[in-house]
Every structure is written in C-alpha cells, then in structure tokens.
C-alpha cells in the first residue's frame, strides 16, 4: 500500500485528490490548518499544523515517512527550503503545485525548458508571499536545486470547476448577469485552462508515473475571455458589458494583456492523455449559468 502525504487537501482539485487517493486504497494523511472540514471520515489520517511553522511541521511529522508527498499549498521560497530539510530521508517523490504563472505573457505555447529552474538565481534573503509568480519560481528553484529527493512541478493553468473557491468563473457569469462592467483588456489573448476532475486525476496519475522535473498540465485546446463571454452570453441570453478598463472590483481574473498557453508534449509523451477544453467548458458554464439565474 502506497504511503501518501497530502499537503493541502481539504478544498478544490487537493480535495478531490484525496478522493481518488482514497479510492485507490493508498495509507493517506492530510495536513492542514485544520479550519476547513473534510469529508474523508477513516479514510485519511490527520496531522493539524501551520505548514510555515517549520518547528511544529517538524514535531507533528514525528518519524513519519512517505513514499509521495503532496504540496499543494507551497507557494514561497521559504516554505520550500523548510520541505527540502523537512522531508529529507522522509520521501522518495515529492510532488509541488506550481503554475503557468513561471512563464511570462507572450505568443506560442509555452514549454517546460522557457522557464529553467535548476538555473534560476536564488536570493540570499526569501522574499515573502507578495509576487505570486516569483513565489512559484523561487518554489521551483529551491526544490531543484536543493532537494535530496525526487521532484516533480505541476504547472498547472487557472483550474475551474464548480467547486472552484476563488470563483472566478462564476465572476464573468455574475458580472453578466447583473448587467456590470467586465474589464477585458485582450478579450482575443488565449490562455489554457483545466478542469479541477482533470487536476485532480493527473496528480494521482503522476504519483504512479516515473516523470520527474517540471511538467505542464492543461486541457488541450484555448480559449480566449472574449470567447467565454460569448458562451456565457449564449447561455444568459444576455449581452456582457465588456470594457478594457475598469474599477479593481469588476477586473476579469482572466484579463490578461497577451497569449499565456502551454505545451504538454512532456506529460503526453510520458502516457498521459489531457482532455479537449470544448468538450467541458461549455457545459460547465452552461450548468453555472443555470444555477446562477435559478438563484437570482
């Protein structure tokens, strides 16, 4: 039986992780803050501690050990630095949670070697949380760079879903509704996404596979926020009040100034087959749009 740490695991795509993990009978533990219920009963242990606090990590951790571990909520140079001590002679594979966010905005998928971790500069002094793309590549680097284990980075795109806590879906279709202004600055820029199913499935899946570095995972195909106005429009029957520039609150989260989509070339090669981003998009903003006009 596979021995699996779950860092992060109690809401979205680490949430549903945990589900398949649970399913294919693997000896889990989730670590969380412990403010977020999960519905996981016996089938999971529990260890309740801060993960930036590195000496209570370090005692709830006792001398547990794993054959993979999670982190699905690494999002800074130190907290990586406090894993590659941490969890040195604990695990053999060590899977982060990293983001598209490594690469900068631009034309043409991005690939795996446009953003090289194992040669990115690391600072004498850890910045903190306030630039989430340079947390992510400073996460990366250190792990690479440091780690006594395997690692894995999945780079993944915005993940949507119904599930999704950021609701940043559901802001375009409320925004539409409501008849608000939605700032697009390139509704024709395309950008990649996922689904939280689909996230969830290749994390479970990565934990069999032998891939190891960094790695894209997205649905193949794009799309653009002028496109996905225009589904929403279709199912709202309503026509979006698009503007390039807007007040903070009615900024698009998908507002971006030019293309950012990747390449999954390395996942695919290695067996593992994304799914078309038309075949569920649609849908999901067909069943959100429902429920949103059903409860307004």
């Not at 598209?100 to 040669?119: A, I, M, W």
């Not at 559901?170 to 820029?189: R, S, T």
């Not at 950012?260 to 996942?267: P, Q, S």
Request: hydrophobic content about 40%.
């Amino acid at each position: 039986m596979t021995k699996v740490l779950v860092i992060g695991g109690t809401r979205f795509f680490g949430k549903k992780l945990v589900q398949r993990l649970i399913h294919d009978q693997a000896d889990i533990t989730i670590l969380t803050r412990g403010t977020t219920p999960d519905p996981f009963g016996d089938s999971v242990k529990r260890l309740q501690v801060n993960r930036t606090d590195r000496t209570a990590l370090s005692q709830a951790l006792g001398s547990m050990s794993f054959d993979v571990v999670y982190d699905n909520i690494c999002f800074t140079a130190q907290e990586a630095e406090d894993a590659v001590h941490l969890f040195a002679g604990r695990t053999d594979k060590y899977i982060v949670t990293s983001s598209l966010s490594v690469y900068p905005f631009g034309e043409g998928r991005k690939r795996e070697s446009d953003f090289d971790p194992y040669s990115y500069p690391l600072p004498e002094t850890y910045p903190g949380k306030d630039d989430y793309a340079e947390g992510k590549r400073l996460v990366e680097a250190v792990l690479f760079q440091k780690a006594p284990f395997s690692v894995a980075a999945v780079r993944f795109p915005i993940v949507l879903g119904h599930d999704d806590y950021t609701r940043r879906l559901h802001f375009h279709v409320e925004h539409i509704q409501q008849g608000q202004p939605l700032g697009i600055p390139n509704p024709k820029a395309f950008l990649s996404f996922i689904h939280s199913d689909e996230a969830a499935a290749f994390l479970a899946w990565l934990g069999h596979s032998q891939l190891q570095g960094s790695v894209n995972a997205c649905a193949q195909g794009e799309t653009s926020p002028g496109k996905i106005v225009s589904l929403i429009e279709q199912a709202l029957h309503t026509q979006a009040q698009v503007m390039q520039e807007t007040e903070p609150e009615h900024r698009s989260p998908f507002g971006i100034p030019r293309p950012w989509y990747m390449d999954t070339a390395k996942a695919e090669a290695a067996g593992f087959v994304f799914e078309q981003l038309d075949d569920w998009l649609p849908r999901l903003i067909q069943e959100i749009a429902a429920q949103s006009s059903a409860s307004y």
